[in-house]
């Protein structure tokens, strides 16, 4: 069965200052990875994904992760956060192909400080 | 951009009580799904369906719970009789080919 790990609970980052979220998954076969993003009190918005192709994805916010097959990660990243990034963000995989559920990690919430 | 709608947004009831949460998935889309979120904690999975008929269910998913799509269009979760620890945000979320698009949630609380 496929699984993420998100290592860090909380990160907390200055404004303007650029981010890193880390994932690692663990599958033996191949993936849909996902990046989702939470707001208080809100629903699951999706911020990119990658299926297959480019392991660089673009996603909505000026959020970009690099799929690492090597190091079986998919680290989320973004130059210069603002203060509205404040939210919880979930890594999340899937199996390809077929009704595949999505498993997600235990989220990391980011922490814009002024 | 197509919208995955869940109602209502909040709904309190009390233990031992039915209860259906209602979804209407995005109108081309093949697989249906439902999550949860107990605050504070991961989502977790609970039921796939496909073609009518259930595809995949987690071990949460027990006896007390119970999925539908009635009428082509909506598509509920039923919990029979309702506890304090099915307390939750529940989220659906419906499925084509590769991307899934959840639906804003339920918050359901159980007192």
């Known amino acids: 069965a496929q699984s993420v790990t998100q290592l860090d609970s909380q990160v907390p980052v200055f404004e303007e200052a650029p981010v890193e979220l880390r994932c690692n998954y663990s599958?033996?076969?191949?993936?849909?990875l996902f990046w989702y993003v939470q707001y208080p009190n809100q629903g699951l918005q999706l911020l990119l994904k990658?299926?297959?192709?480019?392991?660089l994805v673009k996603g909505i916010n000026g959020f970009e992760a690099e799929f690492n097959k090597s190091q079986t990660s998919f680290h989320l990243r973004k130059p210069s956060v603002h203060i509205s990034d404040t939210a919880e963000y979930f890594c999340?995989?899937?199996?390809?192909?077929?009704?595949?559920?999505?498993?997600f990690g235990t989220g990391t919430k980011l922490q814009v400080i002024p | 951009e197509p919208e995955v709608t869940q109602t209502p947004s909040h709904q309190v009831t009390q233990m031992g009580q039915e209860v259906i949460l209602r979804c209407v998935p995005i109108?081309?889309?093949?697989?249906f799904y439902w999550y949860r979120q107990i605050l504070g904690q991961k989502v977790e999975f609970l039921v796939s369906?496909?073609?009518?008929?259930?595809?995949?269910k987690s071990e949460i998913f027990d006896d007390q719970f119970s999925v539908e799509r009635p009428d082509g269009s909506n598509f509920t979760l039923k919990i029979r009789s309702t506890k304090l620890e099915d307390s939750a945000m529940y989220f659906c979320?419906?499925?084509?080919?590769?991307?899934?698009?959840f639906g804003s949630g339920t918050r359901l609380t159980v007192v």
């Open positions: 979320a419906s499925r084509a080919n590769y991307g899934y698009t």
């Open positions: 599958s033996s076969v191949s993936v849909y």
């Open positions: 990658y299926l297959s192709g480019s392991t």
């Open positions: 999340a995989v899937s199996l390809s192909g077929g009704y595949q559920k999505v498993t």
């Open positions: 109108s081309n889309h093949l697989y």
């Open positions: 369906f496909y073609n009518n008929e259930i595809s995949e």
